[in-house]
């Protein structure tokens, strides 16, 4: 039976081109088999078949213009499914998810309640303390029959009940200042506590070592012993028990660690026998090789850090990204499902960057239960206190229980459990709870008597708990986070738990250890250099076994090769898989797509006009087709898929949901529908460049992190690129990622009505700024193809450690084929080459260099000069200014270093050294842009560019303004070449009148 199949729904548009033909008469083709592809004056977008079957005719040619419910093919089918039916609908999968959540909720119902002891709290505030006491009685029996979830379905429904009577009273995010694990429901650690201990200590006393020693050496190197004498018991833990690393047979946990702590990592590294002495003492001293560089920078050691941390924000968001990407590849099969989980260590202070808690709101909606956050809540960060009046732990607990995370707080460690136990009036945990950081860590800068009178004294009750305490024993009265069982039972559950990111709120004490110069107090943070007194104390307070001459001489301790130490360290190392952390690769490189599969990007355009942005798109929609690079293409886009004319993306390769799409979609009749799956491959994130950025380094380093080689692409506004998450480029330049940025809708005068804040004029400047980021600003289609191959080959085949920064633009214009200069594309990866020349006259003569759209500006100018003024030019399409600076800056560097031997010729003098005439260059650009390249040849060279603010209004007008336009360039070049005296000066007077050229406006700077 022969069926018909027709143009479906596409949205606004009518009259769309037919571009490629896809299939031909006497094909078989399946259900969803792309057929014909249409462009609009926007958008490219593939037609698939609805029909299983055989094609019987294809209606249509290309160049054809077609509508909804034109006849495109004939088929004869075996099957017809309906449009109706290819919706995709998750609801089998719902269900089943639905059921495995009620199971997992059965689960914890029938968990055994945990009988507690009650307590009676003092409220001043209570007006009737005996109705309290009843309500707190039901509950208790509740818990004790029914369990904590009945318990907390009562509670739920009696603040409903009270809002609905209009009880509008907020409710609180916050839970007592105690552990959220009560004792008795701790999970024991394995461990040897004592040989654990012993370890802790050694490498608590060769972190501290290994900065006081540099700084004696070098004053100036700097370095940090307080964060990780904080830290030290939450990083072991983890070190001893539950950091599974990568091997053979597991893909390995991913550690984020603070960037301050990096001494301790050393340390333990040094006790494992992955570091040396030698390697200890270079510490910060990173320019011969082999030196430690001082926070996790995968860039200087690239075998050991995975993640840059030290920018504080960027940890956190780049683990919840990185945690997300994680199940991306997961639930598009392209990794296992081994229960690998993402911890990030965060300081308190930190936790104030926005990127901080910027993303915790996507972690919690994408269910992100292999993420744990542990955040070290010293209470410090740099000048004093985080919160000194007010309470940083319940502050977070708030944010992030509001946010939808599992909070688990570890505030007290184990010698507090008895004191909390007898406090039956309550108002011990009302002491803790009214107590504000700023008391708190006073009173560890202080003593154990001043802990009594002014914690404790507080009122009559809490002070008789501790009246058979010592000052000493109330000095011990340890915090959560260093206690390894706390510490222990709260990476235990947080493992466990399932459905939601954790985050562990650790209280410790900044400078733990440190003595009187260091613990606590409010210039811990830059405390390198411990004198003798300190180090003896260090030493004494953790028992390292070093005499005092050995104190004295500041030497590391590493016990024998085979004592219970060492032996214990490898142990657990083993056990868990091997070394954490490690950076290793073991990715396949992606095979690039055949040349010719850019080819129809080779070819003019003829009469059809086309952005840059339109040709990436349909480049995009073909390397889909190739079946090496199709499964890797990460594109990433932050809400602008149809600024971008990407929206035929949403059907062909579906928008990455977690949970598929639980809604028919309002435009789900239409061909560019909307459609979330869980196997989406786009990850189109929202109004979040950061998170849309984060994503992006995920994948630009899934390589080393997930051995799979990725092809992200991550497409944005070019304003909203480098300018507004510059941070986290320089960070993915750390990283070593590979991938593709594009900077869309580019130019300050290219894109026209947007105005000052989306007109971008310098990216390509900022870039530059990163090494290994390699930028073009490319303007015609087949630039674009090679550019893009190349990078391809260069980052996915050969593997080098670079990232793309390519610009492109939303202006239609038509794009002539490749020059047949067989040196052309070589050119455009080097930055420039030669379009065209005007030769007529043979007399006088300018070189011109265009980029981006300017360079139209530059041929039509040229045209201009050769017909109304007999000059004659060379028109240079400049595809890089940058990469031209950085082969000229190298030329440069070793003709100085090397008079003596033969001088290198950079590739900006190869192209322009021996040609004629001054040189002038424009770009839509700052004139910076095109300057990079002026002392790297010995001629009159001038720059004009985009410098100022951009405005709203037309490419015409704005051109005109920023004195880029073809008018200007003619009138400058007059002027250049009499300024150089090869033509009379009256041609540029002529010019300028002729163009209304105001002499008198001021530079665009000043408006
Ligand atoms: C973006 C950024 N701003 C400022 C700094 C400088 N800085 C380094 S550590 C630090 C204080 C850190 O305090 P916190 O996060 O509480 O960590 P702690 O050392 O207390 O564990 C500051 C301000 C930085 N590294 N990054
Ligand atoms: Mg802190």
Redesign the pocket.
């Known amino acids: 039976m022969s069926e018909k199949l027709l143009v479906p729904d596409i949205g606004e548009f009518e009259k769309v081109e037919v571009i490629e033909l896809l299939v031909k008469v006497g094909d078989k083709i399946n259900l969803n088999d792309a057929v014909v592809t249409i462009e609009s004056d926007k958008s490219s977008v593939e037609i698939p078949s609805t029909i299983s079957g055989t094609i019987d005719s294809v209606n249509v040619k290309v160049g054809d213009k077609v509508s909804k419910g034109d006849l495109l093919l004939n088929i004869s089918s075996s099957k017809k499914v309906s449009t109706e039916k290819i919706i995709p609908k998750d609801t089998e999968n719902i269900i089943k998810e639905a059921e495995i959540i009620l199971k997992n909720k059965k689960k914890i119902i029938q968990q055994k309640p945990v009988k507690k002891e009650q307590q009676i709290i003092v409220n001043e505030n209570d007006i009737d303390p005996l109705e309290t006491q009843d309500w707190i009685e039901s509950l208790s029996v509740v818990l004790e029959k029914d369990g904590n979830q009945r318990a907390h379905f009562l509670i739920k429904e009696l603040i409903n009940k009270a809002y609905k009577e209009g009880a509008n009273i907020p409710y609180t995010q916050n839970t007592p200042y105690i552990n959220t694990i009560p004792p008795e429901a701790e999970t024991k650690s394995t461990g040897d506590q004592n040989i654990e201990r012993r370890i802790r200590s050694l490498i608590r006393w060769n972190a501290a070592a290994m900065v006081v020693r540099a700084n004696k050496k070098f004053p100036e190197l700097g370095g940090h012993i307080?964060?990780f004498a904080?830290?030290a018991t939450l990083y072991d833990v983890g070190m001893n028990h539950f950091w599974r690393a990568k091997n053979n047979k597991f893909g390995g946990d991913l550690v984020y660690f603070?960037?301050?702590s990096a001494p301790g990592i050393y340390a333990r590294a040094f006790l494992e026998g992955r570091l040396n002495e030698k390697q200890l003492d270079s510490f910060r001293q990173e320019v011969k090789p082999g030196g430690l560089s001082s926070y996790p920078h995968p860039w200087l050691m690239p075998k050991f850090w995975q993640f840059p941390t030290?920018?504080?924000?960027l940890g956190p968001m780049l683990a919840i990204y990185q945690a997300r990407y994680m199940k991306y590849l997961i639930n598009r099969g392209l990794i296992k499902d081994e229960g690998r989980k993402v911890w990030a260590f965060l300081?308190?202070?930190?936790m104030d960057?926005p990127e901080s808690l910027g993303a915790i709101g996507l972690a919690a909606r994408e269910k992100l239960d292999n993420l744990i956050f542990v955040v070290?809540c010293?209470l410090?960060?740099?000048d004093g206190p985080?919160r000194g009046n007010g309470k940083i732990i319940q502050e977070l607990e708030g944010s992030f229980r509001g946010a939808g995370w599992n909070v688990i707080k570890v505030i007290w460690g184990s010698y507090w459990d008895s004191l909390i136990a007898n406090d039956k009036t309550g108002l011990l945990v009302k002491v803790m709870n009214e107590t504000v950081d700023g008391e708190y860590q006073a009173m560890k800068a202080r003593n154990g008597l001043y802990v009594r009178e002014n914690f404790f004294g507080k009122y009559p009750e809490t002070k008789e708990l501790v009246s058979s305490l010592s000052d000493k024993d109330i000095w011990r009265l340890n915090r959560g986070g260093h206690d390894p069982h706390k510490v222990y039972a709260a990476y235990d559950k947080a493992s466990k738990n399932q459905g939601s990111p954790t985050v562990i709120l650790a209280k410790t004490i900044?400078g733990y250890g440190m003595g009187k110069t260091g613990e606590s107090v409010n210039t811990t943070?830059q405390t390198k250099k411990l004198d003798v007194e300190d180090l003896l104390y260090y030493r004494d307070r953790f028992d390292v076994p070093l005499t005092d001459e050995q104190v004295k001489n500041i030497q590391y301790f590493k016990p024998e090769d085979n004592s219970s130490e060492i032996k214990y360290i490898k142990e657990r190392r083993i056990n868990l898989g091997g070394f954490i952390p490690e950076r290793t690769t073991y990715s396949k490189p992606i095979k690039v797509p055949p040349k010719n599969i850019f080819d129809f990007m080779k070819k003019s355009t003829g009469d059809k006009q086309m952005s840059t942005t339109m040709a990436l798109v349909r480049m995009l929609t073909n390397l889909l087709r190739d079946k090496n690079v199709a499964p890797k293409l990460v594109p990433i886009i932050p809400d602008e898929a149809r600024t971008f004319g990407m929206e035929g993306f949403f059907q062909k390769i579906g928008i990455y949901a977690h949970e598929g799409q639980k809604y028919e979609p309002e435009d789900s009749k239409q061909l560019s529908s909307y459609r979330e799956d869980k196997k989406g491959q786009v990850l189109e994130e929202g109004i979040n460049e950061a998170g849309a950025m984060s994503s992006w380094i995920a994948a630009a380093t899934s390589y080393t992190n997930h051995d799979i080689e990725m092809i992200p692409i991550y497409i944005f506004y070019s304003m909203f690129g480098f300018q507004r998450t510059g941070d986290l480029a320089w960070a993915a330049g750390d990283s070593q990622a590979r991938g593709f940025l594009i900077g869309a809708t580019a130019g300050r005068t290219t894109l026209a009505g947007e105005g000052l804040q989306h007109q971008d004029g310098h990216s390509h400047l900022i870039a530059s700024t990163i090494p290994n980021c390699v930028s073009y600003d490319p303007t015609f289609h087949y630039e674009l193809a090679v550019i893009f191959r190349e990078g391809l080959r260069r980052m996915h085949e050969k593997n080098e450690n670079i990232f793309y920064y390519i610009t492109t633009m939303n202006e239609n214009y038509v794009h002539p084929a490749i020059p047949k200069d067989k040196n052309c594309e070589e050119g455009i990866l080097k930055g420039m080459y030669k379009i065209k020349e005007f030769n007529k006259f043979k007399k006088i003569k300018i070189q011109l260099l265009g980029s981006g759209t300017i360079l139209r500006e530059m041929l039509a100018g040229a045209e201009i000069l050769q017909n109304e003024y007999q000059i004659d030019s060379e028109i240079w399409s400049v595809t890089s200014f940058n990469e031209l600076r950085k082969d000229g800056m190298e030329a440069e560097r070793y003709n100085l270093l090397n008079q003596d031997k033969k001088q290198k010729v950079s590739y900006v003098e190869q192209c322009l050294g021996k040609t004629e005439g001054p040189i002038m260059a424009a770009s839509d650009y700052m004139r910076m842009n095109s300057d990079q390249i002026r002392p790297f040849i010995n001629k009159s060279f001038y720059s004009l560019g985009t410098d100022g603010y951009g405005r709203s209004d037309t490419r015409k007008n704005l051109r005109n303004f920023f004195e880029v336009d073809k008018e200007h360039i003619v009138a400058y070049g007059l002027s250049v070449l009499a300024k150089e005296q090869l033509i009379a000066t009256k041609y540029m007077k002529q010019a300028i009148k002729k163009y209304n050229i105001d002499i008198n406006k001021p530079m665009p700077t000043k408006l």
């Open positions: 307080g964060t904080s830290a603070q960037g301050h030290v920018s504080m924000g300081g308190d202070g930190e960057e070290n010293n410090q960060r740099l985080v900044k943070h």
